[in-house]
Nanobody, 124 residues
Framework: QVQLVESGGGLVQAGGSLRLSCAAS????????MGWFRQAPGKEREFVAAISRGGGSTYCADSVKGRFTISRDNAKTTLYLQMNSLKPEDTAVYYC?????????????????WGQGTQVTVSS
């Protein structure tokens, strides 16, 4: 069982930065592949970024590549998403997710555990 709690969302102007954190409970965090997803009003949940168990492999959606960076600290059982050069279209609720499986990383159905989400709003 893994419990996830996101933090770090807020209101920021276009071009600004935010860093999201996802604190995980339990000692099995290092056994989980992790991902960030987002959902804007009226839209489906979409993949943002993912990272392998050891952190050696990362994946980003084309829409955020070069602007967002995913990382993890297994000792602190925390996942991060550094978001730079934010755009109004990045506005959404951001969720972190975990899976013990071997996912393709981009399919939200492959993740078992989800946080409650944190709102990110980017003003123009």
């Amino acid at each position: 069982q893994v419990q996830l709690v996101e933090s770090g969302g807020g209101l920021v102007q276009a071009g600004g930065s935010l860093r999201l954190s996802c604190a995980a409970s339990g000692r099995t965090f290092s056994n989980c592949a992790m991902g960030w997803f987002r959902q804007a009003p009226g839209k489906e949940r979409e993949f943002v970024a993912a990272i392998s168990r050891g952190g050696g492999s990362t994946y980003c959606a084309d829409s955020v590549k070069g602007r967002f960076t995913i990382s993890r600290d297994n000792a602190k059982t925390t996942l991060y998403l550094q978001m730079n050069s934010l755009k109004p279209e990045d506005t959404a609720v951001y969720y972190c997710a975990a899976t013990y499986g071997r996912p393709s990383y981009i399919d939200p159905n492959e993740y078992t555990y989800w946080g409650q989400g944190t709102q990110v709003t980017v003003s123009s």
